[in-house]
């Protein structure tokens, strides 16, 4: 069974770092491009970055350009969002969402390219 479970939500405080993990269980998420959404109360599903299948290819969302950083570790089969400099907007409920692709390049901050979802974690920013 194909599983994306993510963890590492929390409330943290303005200005804070939080790390959100994606691991897989039932595949090997080096053959599949990864992106990071995110969803809070009343607006829409938001693409805030995407790690391609190799080569490293990434993107951002400009709302979280310079905060955020999308990486993957291999050996760990799990995906990483490290949240910096966090403010009150960045409050959401945070998903990764995972597609095999063939391209090795395929970056995508799009969520209609996206097949498997986790459940997602909830990231709350208030003083």
């Known amino acids: 069974q194909l599983q994306l479970v993510e963890s590492g939500g929390a409330l943290v405080q303005p200005g804070g770092s939080l790390r959100l993990s994606c691991a897989a269980s039932?595949?090997?998420?080096?053959?599949?491009?990864i992106g990071w959404f995110r969803q809070a109360p009343g607006k829409e599903r938001e693409g805030v970055a995407c790690?391609?299948?190799?080569?490293?290819?990434?993107k951002y969302a400009d709302s979280v350009k310079g905060r955020f950083t999308i990486s993957r570790d291999v050996a760990e089969n799990t995906v990483y969002l490290q949240l910096s400099s966090l403010t009150p907007e960045d409050t959401a409920l945070y998903y990764c969402?995972?597609?095999?692709?063939?391209?090795?390049?395929?970056?995508?901050?799009?969520?209609?390219?996206?097949?498997?979802w986790g459940q997602g974690t909830q990231v709350t920013v208030s003083s």
């Open positions: 969402a995972a597609e095999p692709v063939r391209k090795f390049y395929f970056c995508s901050t799009e969520s209609l390219n996206f097949s498997f």
């Open positions: 790690i391609s299948r190799r080569f490293g290819n990434i």
């Open positions: 039932g595949f090997t998420l080096a053959d599949y491009a």
